[in-house]
C-alpha cells in the first residue's frame, strides 16, 4: 500500500484503485478543504491527504481510461469510478487520504464525517469498503 500521487495514481487493469487510501467525496469544496485542514491538524502529512476540485479528478479519470484493459469492465474499480464521475460531473471535491490499516481509517472517518461529504471508499487489495452518512451504522 502507498500514498496516492497524482502522478502515477494506482490502477487495476486502467482503472482507478488507490488501494489503502480512503476517496471521500464531499459536496461542496469548503468542507473538503476545511476536513484536510482538519487531518493535517490532527498529524497526516500533506502527502498523505489529497484535494482535488471536479475538474482535476474528472481530467485524472479521463487519462485513466484511455489504458483501461478490457478485463477492468468485469470488477467493481469500474463502477466506483462512474460513481465518482457522476458526482464530479455535479461539482463535488474528492479527498484522498492515505489509510492502510483499519485503524487509520477509523481515525480518517471520523475527521470526514464532521464535514459535509457524499460518500467515502476505502480501497483494500480484494474489498472496497462504503461509508455513507446515512447509513444507521454511522449515527
Known sequence: M????????QTSFGAFKP???VVAVFNDADSAARARTDLEA??????????????EFTQLL????????AIALLGSELRK???FRDHAD??????VIYAPSDEET???MRVVSRYN?????????????RFDPAHPANH
Open 42 to 55: 490532527g498529524g497526516y502529512q500533506p502527502d498523505e491527504v489529497t484535494l482535488m476540485r471536479s475538474v
Open 106 to 108: 477509523k481515525r480518517a
Open 19 to 21: 488501494v489503502g487510501n
Open 90 to 95: 455535479r461539482g463535488a471535491t474528492f479527498l
Open 62 to 69: 479521463d487519462e485513466m481510461r484511455e489504458d483501461q484493459h
Open 81 to 83: 469510478t462512474d460513481e
Open 2 to 9: 502507498s500514498k496516492f500521487d497524482l502522478e502515477d495514481p
Open 117 to 129: 461529504y457524499h460518500f467515502a471508499l476505502k480501497y483494500g487489495h480484494l474489498l472496497i469498503e
